[in-house]
């Protein structure tokens, strides 16, 4: 396993829709390993492969294992989701807002609104079909990492960014 490169925009393949996986092989399960590493490694909640410079749709999210997380989240706390082709098929009416960051735009945090609720379908690293209904945070994660696999950042729909000061590093999600 290695910690990649994490790449910020001024890469344009963060601004490329990704291709669908279509080969769950080896070289395929060592993207995946990596991103593990990275997200692990940066760390950050949630990774998408454009991020690393690979244009495929593939996502990790992992919620922190901390009490706070725990207490909200019970068992998703510290759990790791790996969603491959993950399409969001049913989302809440209700919105709401929150601030999130992006580990390929450090420093800045944005206030965004998303579906309180949603349910994503995908596979999971070997192929087999799986699915999740998220909300609150998680929610927020995965529909964040599916936008940056259609090239889309948070920046292009907040409502207001600021740059984070040293002071509140602990600020925000960063995806
Ligand atoms: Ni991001």
């Known amino acids: 396993m290695a910690v990649r490169k994490i790449i910020q925009p001024d890469n344009p393949i963060l601004r490329k829709k990704a291709h669908r996986v279509t080969s769950f092989d080896s070289k395929f399960q060592q993207l995946v390993d990596d991103m593990v ?35 909200e989240y019970g068992d998703e706390a510290g759990k790791l989701y790996v969603f491959v082709n993950p399409e969001i098929i049913k989302t809440s009416k209700e919105m709401v807002e929150g601030v999130e960051g992006c580990l390929s735009i450090p420093g800045y945090v944005g206030r965004v609104t998303r579906h309180e609720q949603v349910v994503v379908k995908g596979f999971d690293r070997r192929g087999k079909p799986q699915r999740i209904k998220a909300s609150g945070w998680l929610a927020r994660v995965f529909q964040h990492e599916i936008d940056h696999l259609d090239g889309r950042l948070y920046i292009d729909i907040a409502s207001e960014v600021w740059e984070l000061k040293p002071e509140d590093e602990d600020t925000g999600v960063q995806d």
């Open 37 to 71: 590493e990275t997200l692990l490694d940066a760390p950050g909640v949630g990774l998408a492969a454009p991020q690393v410079a690979v244009s495929q749709r593939v996502i990790v999210v992992r919620l922190p294992d901390d009490e706070e997380s725990r207490a």
